[in-house]
């Protein structure tokens, strides 16, 4: 997996080999979501020409009105003009019909687009791996799912009707100027070159500025969602005005590069509106030539100034369009390039099934670095039992949390194996792997909902007893019940309704319930007052009974209840024994449960 990919597209600096790459990438997408829908795509399509021929053969008939119907008129046969006025009648209503038909149909594929696009942004980003989530910021993880979905939403509820039906009015217009007056034909075409230099005056200077837009739209939501979410250390550092300096800024860069695209916009829409009207004025002055030589009638010379006043009323149109698709582009840019990542751990091609995991794990001469140059495991070998309590101990940065994060395969080694009975965790199937190995972190992490249904994370089907019984294990009944409404209190947002050492608690009820063979504590007791913290290993002096458990934690006090202390130093397993034989030992052990002794004094 490559993070440093997607953090380059935050980038609008591109090489000419990058952006082709990012746009036959962004194209695959794009095709796969369409791929489903391609039958409604084509009825669409055939709804639109018939619709926009329909729109379209006005002038004409209003010509042949004029033209034909009027002199017939006069020799008492009302029929040329009747036939004419129900034909342009049958034409305007059928148009507006199919319009109506067509505009459900594109709505239609746009939604099912969109629908499929979120939920695979979703999925996708469930599916990829720790190391993509703690290098990519869950700020622009919002963004790929709010702005940037807005912006293709935009273009495929209204940016793609605009071009269509543009290139189809524009095109059967044209086609229908050259069919009654050949000459008008050729002004109109004399006047496509100025129409193509400015058009693609605005193409090249807003490409790069609506993809500077996207950017500068992703991080003012970046910074507004960490703000928002570390708001307690920011109020705790009274971070207020530099934040108000940091995102005033960003709106500011952000004001700047909107008002560079206005300034396009203020060159191109009266450019269009210039050339539009030199045209009208040249195909005037040369028709009203012609028709006074009686080389031209009326009523073609009324149909062929109408033709070239609507060839241009849609450019307006697909100028937004091209608005709006700059902004889908650079959105689906960023979505692809998510979409494209791969999991750092993938899921093995042959997977073992472990039905029963009794819990002995190994790591064999096992090497890990985050990156080429930074490793932090040089080299593990290690056994641990089934049904053995083992205590990490050692400094910050020693590697502790690492060897967890191993053992729960949230990472791959980049050497040697880490095996579960035997089996590789690389070859385990996933769902065997997680029933059997389970995690908990410093960080409690509490979803929307009922304290019952966070509880039952770790066991989805559990019954209202098993639930309970799992927060009686641990000490977490008695505050539960005193909540407003028992096990069924909302939690609120993030568990903002109990405190840090009860989320501990409700997580490790959750994790009890699932009842791994595998249990690891990664700093799980940290945020536990005293109290909470004695009540907790009373529970787990009984819960971690025939279940192996790796117990991290900068508290002495709770590896009395480990069978085995492991100290590490620089990604090192330095010392290994009892916690009795290390305390009485002369090492790096002793000497932290010595000034840990003291520290209580």
Do not use: C
Not at 389 to 394: F, P
């Amino acid at each position: 997996m490559s993070v440093t990919g997607v953090e380059g597209e935050e980038r609008h600096d591109f090489t000419q080999a990058e952006s082709k790459q990012i746009r036959a990438r962004s194209l695959r997408l794009l095709g796969s979501l369409l791929l489903p829908v391609r039958g409604k795509v084509v009825l669409a399509m055939l709804v639109v020409v018939v619709s926009t021929a329909a729109q379209v053969a006005g002038p004409a008939l209003i010509a042949f009105g004029i033209d034909r119907g009027l002199p017939a008129l006069l020799e008492q046969d009302w029929m040329p003009l009747a036939a004419t006025g129900v034909i342009y009648l049958v034409a305007g209503v059928s148009g507006a019909l199919l319009i109506a038909w067509y505009t459900v149909l594109s709505a239609r594929v746009s939604q099912t687009v969109l629908i499929d696009l979120r939920k695979r942004v979703f999925l996708h980003t469930q599916k990829l791996s720790l190391e993509f989530h703690e290098s990519y910021t869950s700020g622009r993880i919002i963004s790929r799912q709010t702005s940037d979905l807005d912006a293709i939403r935009e273009l495929l509820d209204s940016g793609i009707n605009q071009l269509v039906q543009g290139i189809l009015y524009m095109s059967f217009t044209a086609l229908a100027l050259v069919l009654l007056d050949g000459t008008s034909g050729l002004v109109l075409l004399g006047a496509l070159l100025p129409l193509f230099i400015l058009t693609r005056w605005f193409q090249v200077r807003s490409q790069s500025l609506f993809r500077q837009s996207r950017v500068a739209s992703a991080s003012l939501i970046v910074r507004f969602v960490e703000t928002m979410t570390g708001i307690r250390a920011v109020k705790a550092f009274r971070t207020e005005k530099h934040n108000e300096s940091v995102f005033g800024a960003l709106v500011e860069s952000y004001r700047r590069v909107n008002a560079r695209v206005i300034q396009l916009f203020g060159v191109f829409d009266p450019g269009l509106v210039l050339i539009g009207n030199v045209t009208v004025a040249v195909v005037l002055l040369v028709g009203g030539f012609r028709v006074a030589d009686g080389q031209l009638a009326i009523g073609a010379l009324l149909a062929t100034l109408l033709y070239t006043r609507r060839f241009f009323d849609p450019m307006e149109e697909m100028a937004m369009f091209y608005n709006s698709y700059q902004s889908a582009a650079a959105a689906l840019e960023k979505i692809s390039g998510v979409l494209e990542e791969r999991p750092g751990v993938p899921d093995p091609v042959a997977p073992v099934d472990l039905w029963e995991a009794r819990g002995r794990v190994r790591f064999d001469n096992v090497q890990f670095a985050y990156q080429a140059d930074r490793e932090i495991l040089p080299h593990v070998d290690l056994d641990i039992p089934a049904g053995q309590t083992i205590a990490l101990v050692g400094s910050t940065g020693a590697g502790k949390s690492t060897l967890a994060k191993l053992m729960s395969r949230f990472y791959d080694p980049t050497d040697g194996r880490v095996r579960l009975d035997e089996v590789d965790l690389r070859d385990l199937h996933p769902k065997d792997l997680r029933r059997a190995i389970v995690m908990v972190t410093q960080e409690a992490y509490l979803f929307s909902g009922s304290v019952a249904e966070n509880i039952a994370i770790g066991k989805p089907d559990a019954s209202a007893h098993e639930i309970r019984a799992a927060a009686a294990a641990v000490g977490a009944h008695d505050f539960i019940e005193s909540l407003p409404n028992g096990y069924d209190t909302d939690v609120n947002k993030r568990g903002g309704r109990v405190s840090a050492g009860q989320r501990q608690l409700i997580s490790f009820a959750r994790a009890f319930l699932a009842n791994p063979a595998v249990l690891i504590l990664d700093e799980a007791t940290s945020s536990l007052d005293i109290p909470s913290e004695r009540l907790v290993q009373e529970a787990l002096q009984t819960l971690l009974a025939d279940r192996t458990a790796v117990i991290i934690a900068h508290r002495l006090s709770t590896v009395a209840i480990a069978d085995r202390v492991l100290v590490m130093e620089h990604g090192r397993i330095v010392e290994d024994g009892t916690p009795n034989e290390l305390i009485s030992g002369t090492g790096r052990f002793a000497t932290m449960h010595a000034a840990w002794r003291e520290s209580l004094v």
